[in-house]
């Protein structure tokens, strides 16, 4: 069978080696998906030994993402754009380092039925959750994309970064204004319980909240838009997404992801 694996430290808690041998099962193909956990600072002798064992590609979370952008001899232009790598493809002769964190989201929220196109788009956050999703997102070409952030300075530099690639505006939470079609969480506020100071009105009516945080309880911020009326979703879809694409760019073969969220799901409440 085809060794695959994930890279992170720690790495214990990750869900990838269950989304992928699901994948596997569904599709019918022999592969076999490891956790792997790196010292902190062994990551490129691990993936050596990795690739000695017949490595076949790779998924690379925290804290390697960076490392293993430096590591790869090529990166995607959505890598080189997310200035971070999940995903390792060896190929001929060279390494590829890919960023698929972006297209899960919007798979995930394609999926949804959330607004896109000509919608009126707010992110919580400029992390580098958020660097690597705001290249496809401006890519459905919304009306407009505003980041916000706590440190308003740290979205008004992504927001200039990727000027060149649509309408996107960035400063702090008290700039945001309201009415949004689609607001997307990606503070990691949630994880300590906290929600940023939020506009009351910042979701539309019929406006969809996403939290790209998931967990067995809904979060602060979906707790916080359901109760003014928003569509509420956490961010499985978008973990079993960038696991669907990145399957797909080390085998050529598109998972479905339906079954395999709905089980993580059941497993999760
Ligand atoms: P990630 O890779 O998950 O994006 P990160 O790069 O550490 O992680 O970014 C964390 C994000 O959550 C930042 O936007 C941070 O805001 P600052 O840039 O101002 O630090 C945001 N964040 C963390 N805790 C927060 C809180 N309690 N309220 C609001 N924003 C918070």
Redesign the pocket.
């Known amino acids: 069978s085809d060794l695959y694996a994930v890279f992170g430290n720690p790495v214990a808690h990750s869900k990838s080696p269950q989304i992928h041998a699901a994948f596997a099962a569904q599709l019918g193909e022999r592969v076999r998906y490891e956790a792997r956990e790196a010292e902190t600072d062994g990551f490129e002798a691990a993936w050596q030994r990795f690739v000695g064992e017949g490595g076949r590609g790779a998924n690379v979370t925290?804290p390697f993402k960076q490392q293993a952008a430096t590591l790869a001899d090529r990166l995607s232009e959505r890598a080189a754009l997310a200035a971070a790598v999940n995903t390792l493809i060896p190929g001929d002769g060279e390494l590829l380092g890919d960023n698929t964190d972006g297209v899960g989201l919007l798979h995930d929220l394609q999926r949804l039925g959330a607004p896109l196109a000509g919608a009126r788009i707010a992110v919580?956050?400029?992390?580098?959750?958020?660097?690597g999703v705001l290249g496809p997102l401006l890519a459905v070409a919304p009306q407009r994309l505003v980041i916000a952030?706590?440190?308003a300075a740290?979205a008004h530099e992504l927001a200039a970064l990727f000027k060149a690639h649509g309408a996107i505006e960035g400063g702090g939470?008290e700039a945001l204004g309201e009415g949004f079609d689609l607001v997307i969480n990606?503070?990691?506020?949630s994880l300590?319980g906290?929600?940023?100071p939020l506009p009351e009105r910042l979701i539309a009516e019929e406006g969809v909240a996403y939290d790209?945080m998931y967990g067995a309880e809904p979060t602060v911020f979906m707790q916080w838009a359901d109760a003014r009326g928003a569509r509420c979703h956490d961010g499985l879809g978008m973990l079993v997404g960038q696991a669907a694409e990145s399957w797909f760019q080390w085998r050529g073969s598109r998972p479905d992801p339906e079954p395999v969220l709905a089980r993580l799901r059941a497993e999760l409440w």
């Open positions: 925290l919580l956050g400029a992390g580098g959750a958020v660097r952030n706590r440190t740290k939470f990606a503070t990691s506020a300590a906290e929600l940023p790209m």
